[in-house]
């Protein structure tokens, strides 16, 4: 089936600093979608992406489906960042999402 | 903006028992999935369904049933709980179309005793 790696597994970044998280997929992926899953086990919409990039405040996202991944910027790291981001990866057929591993980010004073 | 409702919030079952979970959104979205999600892993999907009456198996369907009764509404069987078993389970729903944008409930979480 289809394969979708993350990288790293976890991440501590101090408050204002920033980093990537990176999606690897296996096969050739019609769109990406990245979630993060805050303090309450609610999964939070933040990038759904067919090509390129697009940005939102302090998160940055970018897709290419020809080399096969996907990754998610962070700059000027806030406490509340904190929690597991998922990135999932819709294949040509559609309907069906697979999810990453998620990487687990905790910020720090 | 719509909602995306389960019930229970909490499930405390015990081996070999039958439990339902029950999902209901108001986005009028025509796809609607169960995920599982399990300490340290990703979500797997256990069934989605396109449309009312639908239902496609995913990775992870043994051990489970499920029921689209209506477009609003999606429930997950557990056929018979597993001793010790511990997982959140996750509805979504998205609408048909080209974005297929997934939304979440908050979760149901299951403890067998």
């Known amino acids: 089936g289809d394969q979708v790696e993350q990288s790293p597994s976890a991440l501590s970044l101090h408050e204002g600093t920033g980093s990537a998280l990176r999606c690897n997929f296996t096969t050739t992926m019609r769109a990406v979608q990245w979630f993060r899953k805050n303090s309450r086990g609610s999964l939070i919409n933040l990038f759904y992406l067919a090509s390129g990039t697009k940005e939102n405040g302090r998160l940055k996202s970018a897709f290419d489906s020809k080399e096969r991944y996907s990754t998610l910027h962070i700059r000027d790291a806030q406490l509340e960042d904190s929690g597991t981001y998922f990135c999932?990866?819709?294949?040509?057929?559609?309907?069906?999402?697979?999810f990453g591993g998620g990487t687990r980010l905790t910020v720090r004073p | 903006g719509g909602i995306i409702t389960q019930t229970p919030k909490f499930l405390i079952g015990q081996e070999g028992q039958k439990l339902t979970l029950k999902c209901q959104q108001n986005?009028?979205?025509?796809?609607m999935y169960w995920y599982r999600q399990d300490s340290g892993k990703g979500l797997r999907l256990i069934y989605y369904s396109i449309t009312e009456n639908d239902l496609q198996k995913g990775d992870l369907s043994e051990g489970y049933d499920a029921s689209r009764e209506k477009k609003s509404s999606f429930s997950l069987t557990v056929t018979s709980a597993q001793k010790n078993e511990m997982a959140v389970f996750l509805c979504?729903?998205?609408?048909?179309?080209?974005?297929?944008?997934?939304?979440f409930g908050a979760g149901t979480r299951l403890s067998v005793l």
């Open positions: 999932a990866v819709a294949n040509n057929a559609g309907a069906k999402l697979t």
């Open positions: 979504a729903s998205s609408p048909t179309g080209v974005q297929n944008t997934l939304y």
């Open positions: 986005f009028n979205h025509d796809t």
